[in-house]
Antibody, heavy 117, light 109 residues
């Protein structure tokens, strides 16, 4: 079955960077896009962007342009999301989600990133 | 950017009752690229509906989606205990950039 397994929780200081991984199994890795969505504590869902794991092509939300970098490693069926210049309001659970561009049908378990001095 | 507004913010209902959730878009949603998700505390969202009205794999038929253009509805025909959760609508707009509604919480009355 399709599984997306994300890396563990992270605690970072303001101004630092964080890199979250998402390993896919149970489907053709290069056959789907991978989107990243985050959720601040007690808040709603916020789309960050998307990567085509086959080509490496990306499509970022305007809000995160210049601060987010999404990459893929086809050899290990893993995508990465790196967010730089962290602020306290970046504290959130970060999800990867398999998509066909219009919606996400499978989600990772989420990775809590806490930004605190 | 297309803004999605969900109403009501909270819906208080009893098991067995019908739930009607609304999602309104600030401009027309292209080709019904509108999806609905369910999220329970501590869990990742789960896809319920895509293309405005198509149920995702394994979703019970008590869940249905309808609407077009700027007005969409998620209906739960008879609430089961496991349906009490937060529901989000999501659209895929120009250049396939997504946006989500702020969510509707369905709580036990």
């Amino acid at each position: 079955q399709v599984q997306l397994v994300q890396s563990g929780a992270e605690v970072e200081k303001p101004g630092a960077s964080v890199k979250v991984s998402c390993k896919a199994s149970g489907h053709t890795f290069i056959g789907y896009y991978m989107d990243w969505v985050r959720q601040a504590p007690g808040q709603g869902l916020e789309w960050m962007g998307r990567i085509n794991p086959n080509t490496g092509g990306t499509n970022y939300a305007q809000k995160f342009q210049g601060r987010v970098t999404m990459t893929s490693d086809r050899s290990i069926s893993t995508v990465y999301m790196e967010l730089s210049r962290l602020r306290s309001d970046d504290t959130a659970v970060y999800y990867c989600a398999r998509s066909i561009t219009n919606y996400a049908d499978y989600w990772g378990q989420g990775t809590l990133v806490t930004v605190s001095s | 950017e297309i803004v999605l507004t969900q109403s009501p913010g909270t819906l208080s209902l009893s098991p067995g009752e019908r739930a009607t959730l609304s999602c309104r878009a600030s401009q027309s949603v292209t080709s019904n690229y509108l999806a609905w998700y369910q999220q329970k505390p501590g869990q990742a969202p789960r896809l319920l509906i895509y293309g405005a009205s198509s149920r995702a794999t394994g979703i019970p038929d008590r869940f249905s989606g309808s609407g077009s253009g700027t007005d969409f509805t998620l209906t739960i025909s008879r609430l089961e205990p496991e349906d009490f959760a937060v529901y989000y609508c999501q659209q895929s707009g120009g250049s396939f950039k997504w946006s989500f509604g702020q969510g509707t919480k369905v709580e036990i009355k």
